[in-house]
């Protein structure tokens, strides 16, 4: 099952929705509606998190939906290009990140491979949905994208154990952990006598930094994750009015370093995971900062991340206040 929120032109309240085969949405209010429930006005105004920590598996939807007649689900689906898409969870409570996850990302940074996972926190401000812009701080020169496989968790998880840890799975979606390098204290991005940060908070939290959708998809038509291609393009102005998308990463999740279990059950075991918590799993080889010669990040830029069978994220690149430079890539996609 396919799961989004949804936003409507013109109104501020987003809404839970399931996406049908050809497009549409049928939001959850709808369906309630459809299954006859007395409930169905306040099942609308549900977050997925909230959902989610009532029934990991969705399942009175998923019978309701089973149930339904097409003609009145059709009749209560909301057309294809006549909603758009928000993160499909716009507030985590807890954002987990984890770095050096890839084995050939790993090698390309010439690093010995991590005993324990590498992890980081993000906050719900840098979340960010599909089409909405990243805002390019003026601090920074080195602003690079990193492609990954979010997991959103389904029921809490405390102390779990590695071959249970996939029960608390909700479903998979599409990330883009856009970092500032030189933030960072990345040495390959830094100028003579620089140092950043030395830690990845701002580097990696500020807002906009973690687009995040199109949508969520369920564990049980995606396992533990593995073996899902792993992408990402850059479309720059800099390549002026015909500038086409440069394939930047091109990875795949059966070469992850620890696997989504062990992820959980490692997280999990010091700090308690919620349902609507997400973890971003790592970025495969290819970013920006260890080309040659490298490629960072510019307003006006137009970013795209994908994962094999879940979607594409597209995200216009824009300068602190929101703008892009005439003709961009990112203003041509601002005005479509």
Not at 111 to 116: D, K
Not at 139 to 165: C, H, K, M, Q
Not at 306 to 331: C, F, M, Q, W, Y
Request: with cysteine; charged share 20%.
């Amino acid at each position: 099952m396919r799961l989004a929120t949804i936003l409507m032109p013109g109104e501020g309240t987003p809404a839970v929705a399931i996406l049908l085969e050809n497009g549409a949405a049928l939001p959850i209010a709808g369906l309630a509606q459809i299954a006859g429930w007395p409930v169905a006005e306040a099942m609308g105004r549900l977050s997925l998190a909230e959902l989610l920590a009532a029934d990991p598996e969705m399942t009175p939807f998923r019978e309701a939906l089973a149930s339904a007649e097409d003609s009145d689900v059709q009749s209560a689906a909301i057309p294809a290009g006549s909603f758009r898409f928000g993160p499909p969870i716009p507030r985590p409570g807890k954002i987990v990140g984890v770095g050096y996850n890839y084995v050939e990302h790993i090698r390309e940074q010439g690093l010995e491979t991590p005993a324990r996972p590498v992890l980081f926190s993000m906050f719900a401000n840098a979340v960010t949905g599909p089409g909405e812009p990243i805002r390019h701080p003026a601090g920074t020169r080195a602003l690079d994208l990193e492609a990954e496989l979010a997991v959103v968790i389904g029921r809490e998880a405390s102390r779990i154990a590695p071959e249970l840890a996939l029960q608390c799975v909700a479903g998979y979606s599409v990330a883009n952990d856009v970092t500032a390098r030189d933030w960072q204290g990345q040495a390959k991005a830094l100028q003579p006598g620089e140092k950043g940060d030395g830690q990845w908070l701002r580097a990696k939290g500020s807002d906009t930094f973690l687009p995040l959708g199109p949508v969520l998809v369920t564990a049980e038509e995606l396992g533990d994750g593995r073996g899902l291609a792993v992408r990402s393009w850059v479309t720059r102005a800099a390549d002026g009015p015909k500038a086409k998308p440069f394939q930047m990463q091109d990875g795949n999740t059966s070469d992850l370093l620890f696997g989504v279990a062990e992820l959980i059950s490692i997280i999990s075991a010091e700090v308690t995971l919620d349902p609507g918590d997400v973890i971003v799993t790592g970025t495969p080889s290819g970013v920006g900062v260890f080309r040659e010669p490298q490629l960072f990040l510019q307003p006006g830029d137009l970013a795209a991340v994908e994962v094999e069978r879940i979607g594409r994220l597209a995200n216009p690149v824009t300068d602190a206040g929101g703008k892009a430079p005439k003709g961009s890539p990112a203003a041509r996609f601002l005005a479509s």
